[in-house]
């Protein structure tokens, strides 16, 4: 132990202590650098070709339907280039644009093929590889894309508010009633609110991994939700303990309920923004009938949204004007989210925000539970328990209204 | 990108076929054209496409009217002996614009030489195995047991770089059939070891203008059903060149499918009949018809003559198989 030290300190200070600090942590880097180009430049030695035929995999990350064409496109998820040689659509070859050049490594293309296809009807089109492998991609129901012109945003802007702003805004109408109630009612609407949310996250990572399992491997797949998860919940949580920081340097004493609600708020804000993605695409696809019932369930289903918002400053006395952006910061993503869906989607991004949306439900359920804590110190009493309980129930009666 | 170099090299290579006249390959540029419209039109492949027949070493227009009689001697009983070499060879073939398929072939090409003799003949085939897998050559048509070319029976499965000789009387007068009996036998077929064998009654058939037509496909994702179809191998190439026929002149079709995967095929003639007679081993005609449903193995003979100008369609009366390459146009001046 001592001679190992001894010579821990000799290597430090003795052969290697001119040399500056940074060259000693760079020096690993460029050799792995060096390492790899001599790799690269002798083509692998020892290695050899690689054995069978080459590893071909497109993911149809979108299809756009036109009159008379059907656009596609794909992302090279395999290790090898790709080119695509020939296409068909229901067993029929068929003319097509795009898609000259091989298409490398996660490199993506659109192939704009030439069909008069007939609304409601399902189509198979299968992209023929220059291997003759064939990556098929199956339409279970023609619909026109709609055009991204000013209405169609107005008309997604309308959804997000009808689905997000407006639901958040009556669900916040109970603050009144929520100021009145005696402190164990309170303990019990915060429950209520965690197993609210406690649903949404389960809901939005399950519904994440099944966007995520469509859309690209390569990119991560269901590898993209957790992720998103992380990265939210980290930065909620960073954002917390800086703004709690700088309450405690500004020498403010007291109830963090002003910073909850806020967290609160931006935790089903990106909840929202996920499912306005998800709103929002489906509607471009088609797979989404506009019905009042949905519209309604919606509606139902983010009311009890806004109540997870005011909860937290029960006892405070917010402004109208504090308690209108807790509520656009809540409700608002979910426009901006319909226009991602309907504009931009792909499956790569929707899993992810949807895994960004769950993390910040995470890191706001663990926010809150603290709130929960009776009398006696107990976070998970019974009456906390029965209205986690009684929240998850709700989210999944109102849930029942609006499966996608 | 393989399809469009081809494309240019195909158009650069003078095709002096003698059935080829100049404006007909002007018009048959117009018909290729013709199918690329929004709203219908005909299936073709991807505009600007087309297989490189001098890199695959043979042509479907060449094919079509290639009859290969072999090389005779007489005996010194008089009796006319008439022989052929064949050789199995491993060969990477472009079956539709852009794609490569690793065949295997008789001779390098796809169908294999089209074998023709007269009935009574003594014929020999001598067959090299050049592939690296087992292979034999089975002909349909009378002969003995052990020159049936299937394993365990006469020179049995021929391995690679084994050599056999198949001989036997030619018979009976009709439209044959040859390829390989080897296990698994849908690969071996379907891979492309197969090729139409004509037996000539001893006094000839009328005078005609004569094709043969194998009708095939090609799995190239082997899943077990066909990628593309044709006759001749390469899907849509009457189309983008329709095969020229004089106007009054009797056509005769020597028609066989070897189609794998798939139950049957047919043949369908558009604006005109003709006369059907199946296996071509009688003179009487079996149908008056435009549409015959063939199954794997089956074949026939088709007459008639184009009584006016134009272009008619042929193709299979399968609209899938039609629009998956196997469908042409005749030119009728």
Same mark, same amino acid.
């Given at each position: ?51 069978? =035929? ?15 064409? !059907?656009?596609?496109? *794909? ?13 068909? *659509? ?16 996660? &490199?993506?293309?659109? +192939?704009? $093929? ?20 064939? $990556? ?16 169609? @945003? ?26 009145? !109630?005696?402190?164990?009612? %309170? ?50 949580? /960073?954002?917390?303990?800086? %703004? ?26 990106? #909840? ?82 949807? /895994? ?37 129930? $709700? ?8 499966? *996608? | ?13 003078? #095709? ?76 990477? $073939?472009?079956?539709? =614009? ?11 090409? !796809?169908?294999? =030489? ?24 089975? @002909?349909? &048509? ?36 040859? #390829? ?33 037509? +194998? ?85 026939? %003979? ?14 299979? #009366? ?11 146009? @005749?030119? *009728?001046?």
């Amino acid at each position: 132990m001592e001679a190992h030290g001894a010579t821990d300190r000799t290597l430090a200070g003795g052969r290697l202590g001119s040399v500056p600090r940074w060259v000693l942590g760079l020096a690993p880097l460029l050799l792995v650098a060096a390492v790899l180009a001599a790799f690269a430049v002798l083509d692998g030695p020892g290695l050899g070709e690689r054995r069978g =035929p080459p590893a071909e995999a497109l993911a149809v990350e979108r299809t756009v339907l036109r009159p008379g064409t !059907i656009e596609l496109t *794909v992302r090279n998820d395999g290790p090898d280039a790709v080119q695509v040689a020939q296409v068909t *659509v229901n067993d029929a070859f068929a003319q097509f644009d795009g898609a000259r050049e091989p298409i490398g490594r996660l &490199g993506s293309a659109t +192939v704009r $093929i030439r069909q008069p296809w007939v609304e409601g009807e399902a189509y198979e089109v299968a992209l023929v590889t220059s291997s003759g492998g064939t $990556i098929a991609h199956d339409i279970p129901v023609a619909v026109q894309t709609p055009s991204r012109d000013v209405s169609f @945003f107005g008309l997604m802007a309308l959804l997000g508010i009808y689905v997000g702003v407006i639901p958040v805004a009556l669900g916040m109408l109970w603050l009144p009633w929520v100021r009145r !109630i005696p402190p164990g009612w %309170l303990r019990a609407l915060m429950g209520l609110t965690i197993g609210l949310l406690a649903f949404l996250a389960v809901d939005a990572t399950l519904e994440g991994l099944e966007l995520a399992g469509e859309g690209s491997q390569a990119l991560g797949g269901p590898a993209l939700v957790l992720l998103g998860g992380a990265v939210s919940y980290l930065l909620l949580t /960073g954002v917390g303990s800086w %703004l709690g920081g700088r309450r405690r340097s500004a020498g403010a004493a007291g109830a963090p309920g002003g910073t909850l609600a806020l967290l609160v708020a931006v935790g089903i804000g990106l #909840h929202n923004l996920g499912e306005g993605v998800a709103i929002g695409a489906a509607y471009s696809a088609g797979a989404l009938a506009l019905g009042a019932f949905l519209v309604a369930g919606f509606a139902l289903h983010n009311t009890t949204e806004g109540l997870a918002i005011v909860a937290p400053v029960a006892t405070l006395r917010p402004s109208v004007r504090r308690l209108a952006a807790l509520g656009l910061i809540a409700g608002g993503p979910a426009i901006l989210g319909a226009w991602i869906g309907a504009a931009a989607f792909s499956a790569a991004l929707a899993g992810f925000l949807f /895994g960004f949306g769950a993390g910040a439900i995470v890191q706001v359920i663990v926010a809150l539970s603290p709130s929960l804590r009776d009398e006696h110190g107990r976070t998970l009493h019974p009456a906390a328990v029965c209205a986690v309980l009684s929240g998850m129930a $709700i989210m999944f009666g109102t849930g029942l209204l609006v499966s *996608v | 990108m393989v399809g469009a170099g081809a494309a240019a090299l195909h158009a650069r290579v003078p #095709h002096t076929h003698p059935w080829d006249e100049p404006a007909h390959a002007a018009t048959a540029q117009k018909t290729a054209h013709a199918g690329h419209g929004a709203d219908g039109g005909h299936a073709a492949f991807r505009g600007g496409t087309a297989v490189d027949h001098r890199a695959n070493g043979f042509d479907p227009h060449e094919v079509l009217r290639d009859f290969d009689w072999g090389t005779t001697r007489r005996l010194p009983s008089g009796r006319v002996v008439r022989e052929w070499e064949l050789e199995a060879v491993d060969r990477e $073939i472009e079956v539709m =614009p852009g794609v490569r398929f690793a065949a295997w072939t008789y001779n390098g090409r !796809i169908p294999g =030489p089209t074998l023709r003799c007269r009935e009574g003949e003594l014929v020999r085939i001598a067959f090299a195995n050049g592939s690296t897998h087992p292979h034999t050559i089975h @002909f349909h &048509g009378t002969h003995p047991a052990e020159m049936d070319g299937v394993p365990g029976v006469g020179a049995g499965e021929i391995r690679p770089g084994g050599r056999t000789v198949y001989e036997f009387e030619a018979g009976p007068a009709g439209l044959h059939l040859y #390829h390989c009996h080897v296990r698994p036998l849908a690969e071996h077929i379907a891979k492309g070891l197969y090729g139409a064998f004509i037996v000539d009654p001893a006094d000839g058939r009328p005078d005609a203008d004569e094709m043969v037509m +194998v009708m095939n496909g090609f799995d190239t994702n082997f899943d077990r059903a066909n990628e593309v179809y044709a006759a001749n191998t390469i899907g849509f190439a009457y189309m983008d060149r329709p095969i020229a026929v004089p106007r009054d002149q009797l056509v005769r079709v020597y028609l066989v499918n070897v189609l794998e995967y798939d139950p049957v095929n047919s043949f369908h003639l558009h604006g005109n009949l003709f006369d059907y007679f199946p296996t071509g081993t009688s003179a009487r005609r079996g149908e008056h018809t435009d549409t015959v449903m063939l199954c794997q193995g089956q074949r026939g %003979l088709l007459e008639w003559r184009f009584p006016t100008p134009g272009r008619f369609m042929f193709h299979a #009366h399968q609209s899938e198989f039609t629009e998956l390459g196997w469908q042409g146009l @005749f030119e *009728v001046a």
